[in-house]
């Protein structure tokens, strides 16, 4: 039983969350995670994944993992610097590599754990950061485990950074900077501003981090945000998840040598958490060779994203300023962007409300998350049924 402190500490701390609106209940998905769920006995459009390419459910995928785990077995047994590396993992990170154009990558079991790994491994508390304000929750918290100051300057503002970056150093409080993004942000699908930052880090010698897990699989024809600009030489660490458009799990940082003999020696998770299993790196490695060798699946998501896109905005919802497939319909009110949510389901489509913390208060949406797996039957579907309850809860026009 827990402590009368504890138990009340949660039970506040849940009905204020419920009253609020900022209560995420959630579901269980039978069977597969397609474009297609199954919750319960009712059949759903599902646009709420970041499997942008399908790939989580591709036989090809499944084929590879099958044959990883009889030769390999289920487990990597242990971390990778007490038992040694898997041959698998050796292949998987020489692929990344060849993927991000860097000299070396090293696997971590999760985007998050890049993160947590990379940043800490490198920053300490003499030196400082500038994170863009609307950073994933993984930067934040390895920023903060580095013990580095924390700068954040305003989102995509680059004249920001530069000045703070300027004023950072006339203060002479700090021995290392490093200037830290998403590549492509979460909760609206803009693309960071990289050519105009890695100019300011050129000149002020700061170090170059894109986090750019809505990125690969996505911009610059699959190969990702930092390649869409021509950067893989300038921006020192390139992140990335091997969950979202890889369809898998696990996370990487790519860029020089050193820098990955380094990581491998000094980062934490790697250190003291087991290595990904062989079915994750085997089907990992088989979507990356996949997404190299033909443009076929990442056409077909950008086409899918623009058509939703422009559907949404020619009923007069607001889409914010989305360049990739995230496709935002920005409500505002946490509690009408739930109810409009809970409609949405009830008409089968699943389109979660995303509200505060996970974007700024009074700031809720519903992400739609397109992917190459869509069917045009699928999207016109979803379209009606924002339409139809767009008018019920008076968010567009009846003349519309
Ligand atoms: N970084 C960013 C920018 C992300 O959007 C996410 C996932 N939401 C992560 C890291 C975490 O990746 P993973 O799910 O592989 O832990």
Redesign the pocket.
């Known amino acids: 039983m827990a402590t009368k402190s504890l138990r009340s500490f949660l039970e506040n701390g849940l009905t204020h969350l419920k009253e609020n609106g900022l209560y995420n209940e959630i579901e269980t998905v039978h069977g597969a995670n397609g474009p297609m769920i199954t919750i319960g006995s009712k059949n759903f459009i599902n646009l709420s994944s970041?499997n942008y390419l399908g790939l989580a459910t591709d036989a090809r995928l499944k084929k590879v993992a099958h044959e990883a785990i009889d030769s390999h077995g289920v487990g990597s047994g242990s971390v990778r610097t007490i038992n040694g590396t898997l041959d698998l993992h050796d292949k998987l990170e020489n692929k990344l590599a060849a993927f991000k154009g860097t000299e070396a990558a090293i696997a971590y079991q999760?985007?998050?754990?890049?993160?947590m790994a990379a940043i800490s491994a490198v920053m300490d508390k003499q030196d400082v950061i500038f994170s863009d304000a609307l950073?994933?929750a993984?930067?934040i918290d390895g920023c903060r485990l580095s013990k580095a100051t924390i700068i954040r300057y305003g989102h995509s503002d680059m004249d920001d950074l530069r000045k703070k970056a300027i004023d950072a150093i006339s203060s002479g409080k700090y021995k290392k900077m490093m200037v830290i993004t998403?590549?492509v942000f979460?909760m609206d699908g803009d693309i960071a501003k990289l050519p105009d930052m890695v100019e300011i880090a050129e000149e002020l010698d700061l170090i170059t981090y894109v986090?750019?897990?809505?990125g690969s699989g996505v911009t610059g024809n699959g190969y990702g945000t930092v390649k869409q600009f021509g950067l893989e030489d300038k921006i020192d660490f390139q992140?990335g998840?091997?969950?979202?458009a890889i369809g898998v799990?696990?996370?990487y940082v790519a860029g020089k040598r050193t820098l990955v003999d380094w990581l491998k020696v000094c980062s934490r998770p790697f250190l003291f958490s087991t290595a990904l299993s062989p079915a994750d790196i085997a089907a990992s490695l088989k979507a990356i060779e996949l997404l190299m060798d033909s443009k076929e699946l990442n056409q077909k998501l950008c086409e899918n994203g623009n058509y939703l896109k422009q559907g949404l905005e020619k009923l007069g919802y607001n889409i914010g300023t989305s360049e990739t497939p995230i496709t935002p319909c920005i409500i505002g009110d946490e509690k009408e962007t739930q109810q409009f949510s809970k409609r949405l389901y009830d008409e089968g489509v699943y389109a979660k409300s995303i509200v505060f913390p996970t974007v700024p208060k009074g700031t809720g949406r519903i992400r739609n998350m397109p992917t190459s797996a869509h069917t045009k039957e699928m999207l016109d579907q979803t379209l009606a049924v924002y339409e139809k309850v767009g008018k019920e809860m008076g968010m567009i026009k009846e003349s519309l």
């Open positions: 970041n999760s985007g998050f754990n890049c993160n950073n994933h993984s930067i998403d590549g979460s986090d750019d897990a809505h992140v998840t091997l969950s979202k799990v696990g996370g």
